[in-house]
């Protein structure tokens, strides 16, 4: 099952916390790059965060300060975990596999069916 697995959604007051998590499938000796995007009706989806197989991280400028994107024990899951949310926050938000190598054999571009935040005032 290469397609990410989101979970962790739902609803929060504004200055509340939530905690995202995605998986995709483990491959022993596999590398992953992930990444957290986010889309509300009518609009593109945008790039919230990022984590590389090294740890090296990137993040939206709207976001910085307040989540924070890791690995778990293994680098097919990731986590988002956002606080001080805000009502603007508020979106379905997609985990997506960037890209996975497993020696010479690589992979990319693959996403989840996302998860609902909603983040009232």
């Known amino acids: 099952q290469v397609q990410p697995v989101e979970s962790g959604g739902g609803s929060v007051q504004a200055g509340g916390s939530l905690r995202l998590s995605c998986i995709t499938s483990t491959l022993s000796g596999c590398m992953y790059d992930m990444s957290w995007h986010r889309q509300v009706p009518g609009k593109e989806r945008v790039f919230v965060a990022g984590i590389e197989n090294d740890g090296s991280t990137s993040y939206a400028d709207s976001v910085k300060g307040r989540f924070t994107i890791s690995q778990g024990l293994t680098k097919s899951t990731v986590y988002l975990q956002m606080n001080s949310l805000k009502p603007e926050d508020t979106a379905m938000y997609y985990c997506?596999?960037?890209?996975?190598?497993?020696?010479?054999?690589?992979?990319?571009?693959?996403w989840g069916q996302g998860t609902q935040v909603t983040v009232s005032s």
């Open positions: 997506k596999l960037d890209r996975r190598m497993c020696g010479g054999a690589v992979v990319k571009g693959f």
